[in-house]
Nanobody, 115 residues
Framework: QVQLVESGGGSVQAGGSLRLSCVAS????????MGWYRQAPGNQRELVAS????????WYANFAKGRFVISGDEVRNTVTLQMDSLEVDDTAVYYC????????WGQGTQVTVSS
């Protein structure tokens, strides 16, 4: 079955950067959206950024605007999230998501930002 493999998480000091990557295998057909969610302890899972593939429209949560950049290729089944100027509040488990005929999720990768 399809697996979404995430990489790039880790620990970084405030103000630093991380780049998250996600690759689906085997390929997913007819992807119409792909993106990243995150969930911090005690909080609900929230959408960080997404791409609507048909229009190539990118959406960012307010906290991500100006700091994060999402990019992806629905044919290659890849999506990345470049995170700059990280803050302590960005600490969370980040989940890759792709929607085709079904919804697919990664297992999550921990991002820890220290002061």
């Amino acid at each position: 079955q399809v697996q979404l493999v995430e990489s790039g998480g880790g620990s970084v000091q405030a103000g630093g950067s991380l780049r998250l990557s996600c690759v689906a295998s085997p390929n997913i057909a007819s992807i119409d959206s792909m993106g990243w969610y995150r969930q911090a302890p005690g909080n609900q899972r929230e959408l960080v950024a997404s791409i609507t593939t048909g229009s190539n429209i990118k959406w960012y949560a307010n906290f991500a605007k100006g700091r994060f950049v999402i990019s992806g290729d629905e044919v290659r089944n890849t999506v990345t999230l470049q995170m700059d100027s990280l803050e302590v509040d960005d600490t969370a488990v980040y989940y890759c998501h792709m929607r085709g005929r079904k919804n697919y999720w990664g297992q999550g990768t921990q991002v820890t930002v220290s002061s």
